[in-house]
């Protein structure tokens, strides 16, 4: 069978399958040409001899819209849109045309490659045939009702939007919207007198692109009728992204780098346009608002919003970056919808390439995502078109929103900071100031994760599992509904002018995308970095559960009785309100006794009967979870628990050893936990939770600046005794750091080598003395630790990069004295002892555990 039979059969198959589900609204008038066929004999051979040609004009490539078009054009006995052209001796397969024939053809409309190559030759057949015209009838297929006038969400979802659809997409509007359809056949055309117009009054440019121009203008208006005005990023913004001179730029040295051509350039930069951008729409926003809606109700048992004036009062007259912690693929879903229910612009969100997944990621552009790679270093052109989007953005005054810790964290403590996106927004500002950046630092919290068994498993040293559609079906599968409520508190903004003031880099301007960022400005970024995650930690909300996990947890068997229970979180409510970490602080309403039976309710904890009195327990397998929550709030609670742990430990200190041992481990903790005060603000606030904890009797003072434990084995001493444990990990973890260090001496081993042990030995650690803890998993605090001692001075560098120290480091090991026991130390002086065969084992296995890894996500 010829080639053209069998395509004659597969469009009539093609046909009847759509004829079965499609039956399309035609509206406005019927085209009155001298197209009617007098019979069916003469369809598949149409000359000039018998009647003027037309050809049917379709804007955006589309085989089934084509396929809707031919039968209604075989319906109502007009020339069969499907059926082949004959001109002569010339021949076109079928009588419809395509202005853009793929997602390219928009950005290339001045190269003739792009050109509908039907469109051309019909142009250069009539040039050489003065007495032949072909009229040219704009058609309009539309799937769906208007989204205002839609009642079901998954419609509203695949209702025609202006953005081309994608096939799944298309294969959703046939099935969703085949009854709903509408199509339109507009005013016809004559190709000749448009070419003519084009010849006689825009000499300038080719007849072909002026009719594509025309053509395309027309349909846009008559689709704006009913659709309203196009908003899409993809159509407004991306052309004049790619027009822009920076990227402009960026592809000509493409080309020279690459050595390929200008126009193969130039598609590159088109292709990371389209893997990137936004595709925002207003159906898929209120598509994801009901849906949201209905998964937040039956997920949780409320989402409390705090703080949020702050926001509405910023957005007159900021440009409002959202800077939300990072906990769950929930995150950005959550705040978004928080946003847009509270009335205002649902911000644009930078989402990893993970994420851009079939349908998922077309479903997360429609809500204003766009996405990012996790490293695009060494790609120019990449760079250039990413930092041309997101000065688009920043120009439009489009709120924003993206997570400055990078990834979502495992442990429940905020990352260190990501500054890529804070750089380029920085970069973009100076470029072209518009209104002046407000950045949100927003706390998310939880009382159970969606992800929690998978942070598990990563918390014990399996592999991080990339994201996958099956993954999310899987997760959603595990799902227990019974997640409590989540707290969205919005924090103090951090105002980039400000910043920029502070470190001199106000007056910097920056012309071009690959201009350097100064020195100032640089400084200016990391600092905005670490008040943004400061001022997440300011706006914490103290949960039930995360308040339980913090006692539970500080006990040896995870358990408690069930009346000194409720004592200790009655202390700490009490705490927490007579001093408050922060004004933006927020603290359960519920006394003791109900945070306990919420626990219950969540199945988090359990109730063991006694005759004696019943005793609080951790659920079975939730202990390492609980660490997550309990990390949430560690840091409100770090002071007082170090301040603790020095009293219980060495049962009398003056309050001047207190503050000297405070002041030294003091930016250590401040770091890993980004705490708000500055060195110069720790003696007071010391003072203040020495008074606080007095006054609950958890200490006494006398009038030689004395403090004392209270009586061992009382009630209050107990309840000391739990206050001190959260900071022992911390301290545990740096003794151990200087404990490898101190041993292998001055001048032996590395920085890099001190981290990759501190981080083998601290996972032996917890699985040898403790449940599996997810801080000494946790690389990023070893690095912390390592990062502040040469910060302070207490370790150096020589030429051969390995750690030179002195006495004064060996004086700061000594303070664990004042803080672990003997056991204790003895263990980790156990643990961190290695012989020079043992050690060079260690970082053998270690670097070749790292290569197979590396080659694993090669093989990917």
């Not at 903790?669 to 005060?677: C, I, P």
Request: aromatic residues 8%; proline residues 4%.
């Amino acid at each position: 069978m010829s080639k053209n039979g069998f395509g004659q059969i597969y469009r009539r198959l093609s046909s009847k399958l759509l004829d079965l589900v499609v039956t399309p609204h035609v509206l406005g008038e019927v085209p009155s040409t001298e197209t009617a066929l007098l019979d069916d004999d003469n369809q598949s051979d149409i000359t000039t001899q018998t009647q003027k040609l037309v050809c049917y004009v379709l804007q955006n490539y589309s085989r089934s819209n084509a396929l809707v078009v031919d039968a209604e054009t075989r319906r109502l006995n007009l020339q069969p849109a499907l059926d082949p052209i004959v001109l002569e001796n010339h021949k076109e397969k079928a009588a419809v045309l395509f202005l853009q024939n793929n997602d390219d053809a928009q950005f290339l409309g001045q190269q003739s490659h792009a050109y509908p190559p039907r469109l051309v030759r019909l142009i250069e057949f009539i040039e050489k045939h003065p007495d032949v015209d072909i009229e040219l009838i704009p058609v309009t297929v539309l799937w769906g009702r208007s989204p205002d006038k839609e009642d079901s969400w998954l419609k509203l979802l695949f209702t025609d939007t202006w953005a081309t659809p994608s096939k799944v997409k298309q294969l959703m509007n046939i099935g969703l919207h085949g009854r709903q359809s509408f199509l339109e056949f507009h005013e016809a055309k004559s190709l000749r007198e448009l070419v003519d117009f084009a010849k006689t009054q825009h000499p300038n440019i080719s007849p072909t692109t002026y009719i594509i121009n025309q053509l395309n203008d027309y349909l846009d208006r008559q689709r704006e009728v009913i659709l309203g005005p196009d908003l899409s990023d993809r159509r407004n913004v991306m052309l004049t992204l790619i027009k822009s001179p920076d990227v402009q730029d960026a592809i000509r040295k493409e080309s020279i780098r690459s050595k390929i051509s200008m126009i193969e350039a130039e598609r590159k930069a088109i292709g990371f346009v389209n893997e990137i951008a936004s595709d925002y729409s207003y159906s898929a926003i209120r598509f994801a608002e009901v849906a949201l809606t209905r998964l937040w109700t039956q997920l949780y048992d409320g989402v409390e919003v705090h703080n949020f004036s702050t926001v509405r009062e910023l957005a007159k007259d900021y440009e409002i970056i959202y800077t939300p912690c990072h906990r769950s693929h929930i995150d950005y879903l959550l705040l978004s919808y928080v946003i847009f229910k509270r009335g205002l612009m649902v911000p644009y969100i930078a989402a990893g390439d993970n994420l851009n997944m079939p349908f998922v990621g077309q479903l997360l552009r429609g809500g204003g995502a766009f996405f990012i790679r996790r490293s695009f270093r060494g790609n120019a052109l990449y760079t250039s078109v990413f930092k041309e989007y997101l000065y688009s953005i920043l120009s439009r005054n489009t709120p924003l929103e993206y997570f400055i810790e990078g990834g979502r964290s495992r442990t429940g403590r905020l990352l260190p900071p990501k500054t890529g996106m804070l750089a380029m927004t920085v970069h973009g500002h100076l470029r072209g100031k518009t209104k002046p950046i407000a950045f949100v630092p927003t706390y998310i919290g939880y009382e159970r994760l969606m992800e929690g068994a998978t942070y598990v498993g990563e918390m014990n040293g399996k592999p991080k599992e990339s994201e996958s559609i099956f993954g999310i079906i899987q997760t959603l599968k595990k799902i227990e509904r019974i997640f409590g409520k989540v707290h969205v508190n919005f924090g103090e903004p951090v105002f980039l002018d400000d910043v920029l003031k502070a470190h001199g880099a106000d007056q910097v301007q920056i012309e071009h995308n690959d201009d350097p960022i100064p020195d100032q400005v640089s400084d200016a970024v990391n600092s905005s970095a670490h008040m943004i995650l400061e001022n997440i930690n300011r706006a914490v909300v103290i949960n039930p559960v995360s308040l339980l996990s913090l006692i539970l947890l500080a006990t040896p068997k995870h358990t408690l009785d069930e009346e000194i229970c409720e004592k200790q979180l009655d202390t700490y409510r009490k705490l927490l309100t007579a001093l408050p970490y922060d004004e933006r602080t927020q603290v359960t309403p519920l006394s003791g006794k109900e945070i306990i039976a919420y626990g219950l309710k969540l199945k988090l904890i359990k109730r063991v009967q006694h005759v004696l009195g019943d005793i609080i327990a951790i659920e079975d397998n939730q202990a390492i979870l609980l660490t997550y929550f309990r990390n949430n709030i560690l840091h409100a609670f770090v002071l007082p628990s170090l301040i603790a742990a020095l009293v219980e430990h060495n049962g009398k200190i003056s309050k001047v050893d207190l503050l000297n041992v405070i002041r030294t481990l003091y930016p250590f903790l401040k770091a890993e936990l980004f705490l708000k005060w500055n060195n110069s603000e720790i003696n007071a606030q010391v003072s203040e939770y020495v008074n606080a904890l007095a006054q609950a009797n958890l200490i006494f003072v006398d009038d030689a600046d004395f403090i004392y434990s209270p009586t061992p084995n009382s009630e209050d001493h107990n309840q000391l005794a739990v206050l001190a444990e959260p900071v022992r990990q911390s301290l545990e973890r740096y003794y151990m750091t200087l404990a490898l260090i101190t041993q292998r001496g001055s001048g032996n081993i590395s920085i890099r080598q001190v981290e990759e042990l501190s981080h083998l030995v601290g996972q032996r650690l917890s699985v040898l003395y403790e449940f599996n803890s997810p801080e000494f998993f946790d690389k990023a605090l070893f690095q912390s630790f390592v990062k502040v001692l040469t910060e302070q001075g207490y370790i150096k560098t020589n030429e051969d990069n390995a750690i030179v120290f002195d006495a004064q480091f060996r004086n700061v090991a000594q303070y664990a004295n004042l803080v672990l026991d003997d056991v204790t130390l003895q263990m980790l002086q156990h643990i961190t002892s290695f012989t020079d065969d043992e050690l060079k084992a260690a970082l053998d296995a270690l670097a070749a555990q790292q290569a197979k890894k590396r080659l694993k996500r090669k093989k990917k």
